[in-house]
């Protein structure tokens, strides 16, 4: 933004409110920065991103401008248009695409057919691949995920055949190793492409809105935006074995996300097989068939954001799920196989998030040993550590997730019977 055409910023009645003069916009053809210059009413309001943004009030007159002629009759009709051309539009400034659709989800808005047909448009996505920096397509994803809808917004995305340019980049080596986990056989290829990536958002928005154990566990864990950014790398998970950190690393870059969110990515994936495991078992129809202590030991493994991990499993799965491909076709027939990858994912998760529940596990990753590695050494009579203590102190508490209201003092009697066993030196 031009510095001599500042914004000023302040509060009004409990409102943000922005202070500036009306503009245009000059752009030389050389950059998609336009330089801004005090304009007209009209110039201001036909350079915005929509006609429902360039309505004006005349505070005179107490009247509502519309200097586009379709401001209020789009706003009637709940439509997000651009006041131009809407391809010279995103071509100025691509960055219009992600922004028509984060206001346009947040208010529940459709988008115009024509703007519509040109955000699907190749040179529409390469120019926001290529000229808008990643920051600012963070910045907006951001916004996107925080708002009161990002399950609309997602779907535009994926509607638009956005998913490539803005979460991979189209030049990334990443888009093309995985371009080869998708789509799955019997999807036809006119799908937008990653083909069964809306099982992911669905799935999430279903569990968000819900008052199951499995929706208390996840959105107790963790913050909204990390939520929906682990369904937008639900994909991803098909490449955890070969190129885990690359995956990470170029994902990551391709929205400028936080260094928190970059470990908690790079720690669903490393854990992915582990928790895809501890649930299977938990979730077998022996009800006896786990242990509390085990699932407190995995839980404690994955650290602080294993619940957010666990869902990133989950959407994961649902993605990667083809047991029901037929060789049927038709938007019935992919309608189905979806609805059944999301019900398997929200079936067996939710009985993992019931067993964590019922065995009061939510806290697991806090536990910790009732003796410290001091009053260890004093109970055997060792004056010495090493690596029989670190054993030691991770089978108390494995012995203590079994024993859920063990005193130190019952503690310490089981570590005494147990010392040959937990292969407690003699002398150290």
Not at 232 to 249: D, I, M, N
Not at 318 to 323: E, G, I, L
Request: glycine residues 6%.
């Amino acid at each position: 933004m031009s510095k001599k055409l500042e914004t000023a910023g302040g509060r009004l009645f409990g409102l943000d409110v922005d202070l500036v003069n009306l503009r245009k916009e000059v752009y030389d053809g050389q950059t998609r920065n336009p330089d801004m210059e005090f304009g007209t009413g009209e110039e201001d309001a036909f350079r915005r991103d929509a006609t429902v943004n360039a309505l004006f009030y005349n505070l005179k007159k107490q009247q509502v401008v519309d200097l586009t002629g379709r401001g209020l009759e789009d706003l009637d009709a709940k439509i997000m248009r651009t006041p131009l051309d809407p391809m010279q539009t995103f071509m100025d400034d691509p960055l219009r695409v992600l922004r028509l659709i984060r206001v346009g989800s947040k208010l529940g808005f459709s988008i115009d057919p024509e703007a519509a047909s040109c955000m699907r448009n190749a040179q529409i996505h390469r120019a926001l691949d290529t000229i808008i920096t990643r920051d600012r397509v963070g910045a907006e994803l951001t916004k996107m995920m925080a708002s009161s809808n990002p399950e609309a917004a997602f779907k535009c995305i994926f509607d638009f055949h956005l998913y490539a340019p803005i979460f991979v980049g189209l030049d990334a080596k990443l888009l093309q190793t995985l371009g080869q986990q998708f789509p799955f056989p019997g999807v036809k290829s006119s799908s937008p492409w990653p083909t069964t990536w809306p099982r992911a958002y669905e799935l999430l928005a279903h569990v968000l809105h819900g008052q199951s154990n499995l929706s208390l566990l996840i959105a107790a864990d963790g913050s909204t935006d990390s939520l929906w950014t682990m369904a937008a790398y639900s994909p991803l998970a098909g490449l955890r074995h070969r190129l885990l950190k690359e995956t990470v690393q170029e994902a990551v870059a391709s929205i400028k996300t936080t260094a928190k969110v970059t470990q908690l990515l790079e720690s669903s994936l490393r854990n992915f097989d582990s928790i895809r495991k501890i649930v299977a078992d938990v979730t077998c129809s022996n009800e006896n068939c786990y242990s509390r202590s085990a699932c407190g030991m995995a839980i404690r493994s994955w650290g602080a954001t294993w619940a957010t991990q666990v869902a990133y499993v989950m959407l994961s799965e649902a993605v990667y799920d083809d047991a029901e491909y037929e060789t049927g076709a038709g938007h019935d027939a992919e309608s189905s196989r979806d609805a059944h990858a999301r019900k398997t994912a929200w079936d067996k998760y939710s009985a993992f998030a019931d067993f964590i529940f019922h065995h009061n596990l939510r806290n697991a990753h806090y536990l910790g040993p009732l003796l410290n590695g001091r009053e260890i050494q004093e109970l055997f009579g060792l004056k010495g550590g090493g690596k029989y203590l670190k054993d030691v102190m991770d089978k108390l508490v494995e012995w203590q997730f079994g024993n859920e209201d063990a005193t130190k003092e019952q503690c310490e009697a089981w570590l005494l019977q147990q010392r040959d066993w937990l292969g407690v030196p003699q002398t150290v």
